[in-house]
T-cell receptor, first 114, second 113 residues
Framework: AQSVAQPEDQVNVAEGNPLTVKCTYS??????LFWYVQYPNRGLQFLLK??????LVKGSYGFEAEFNKSQTSFHLKKPSALVSDSALYFC????????????FGTGTRLQVFP | NAGVTQTPKFRILKIGQSMTLQCTQD?????MYWYRQDPGMGLKLIYY???????DKGEVPNGYNVSRSTTEDFPLRLELAAPSQTSVYFC????????????FGPGTRLTVL
């Protein structure tokens, strides 16, 4: 079965430090991978996606993600965290040609402390 | 360009009542989706549509119905509200592959008592 796992419910990091939010996936076929962010009382906002090509994908607000096929991972990273990055982050996967749907992870709450 | 709009923002229902959650998008997207978000559970797909007149079930369709008479509108109907339907509901839309980034509305917080 297709699935996405976000192993950490919460990630805490000090402002200015690098951050990583982890995501692993399990799909048959080539995956399309996404990261979305949700600020309090708001809908999800698209951050970045991997379709094909370079394994390092750059997205909005200085975030980037690294696709690793051998480890079936798509971790979200940022070199220097901001307090304003504090939010709920969702990883999602869509399988090419097999479905029109996204499968979302359970979310990771990122807390950046001043 | 308003994007995806949802009404109402909040609603409290009694068990057995019915209601319709409205969703409208002005981006001329073919695909539209309804999700529910429960704490610690991520988003679960309720129904989706690939175009006017075409709808299909997602992961958790029981207790809900949808229709898609126009490209812009994708209402979600709850016929007999139950406490298990207390959740935050998000509507989303996307252009077809290969873009398929989904654009989300602000959500409707529904409580069933």
């Amino acid at each position: 079965a297709q699935s996405v796992a976000q192993p950490e419910d919460q990630v805490n990091v000090a402002e200015g430090n690098p951050l990583t939010v982890k995501c692993t996936y399990s799909v048959s076929g080539n995956p399309y991978l996404f990261w979305y962010v949700q600020y309090p009382n708001r809908g999800l906002q698209f951050l970045l996606k991997y379709i094909t090509g370079d394994n390092l994908v750059k997205g909005s607000y200085g975030f980037e993600a690294e696709f690793n096929k051998s480890q079936t991972s798509f971790h979200l990273k940022k070199p220097s965290a901001l307090v304003s990055d504090s939010a709920l982050y969702f990883c999602a996967v869509r399988v090419l040609y097999n479905t029109d749907k996204l499968i979302f992870g359970t979310g990771t709450r990122l807390q950046v402390f001043p | 360009n308003a994007g995806v709009t949802q009404t109402p923002k909040f609603r409290i229902l009694k068990i057995g009542q019915s209601m319709t959650l409205q969703c409208t998008q002005d981006m001329n997207h073919n695909y539209m989706y309804w999700y529910r978000q429960d704490p610690g559970m991520g988003l679960k797909l309720i129904y989706y549509s690939v175009g006017a007149g075409i709808t299909d079930k997602g992961e958790v369709p029981n207790g809900y119905n949808v229709s898609r008479s126009t490209t812009e509108d994708f209402p979600l109907r709850l016929e007999l509200a139950a406490p298990s339907q207390t959740s935050v509901y998000f509507c989303a839309s996307s252009p077809p592959f290969p873009t398929d980034t989904q654009y989300f509305g602000p959500g409707t917080r529904l409580t069933v008592l």
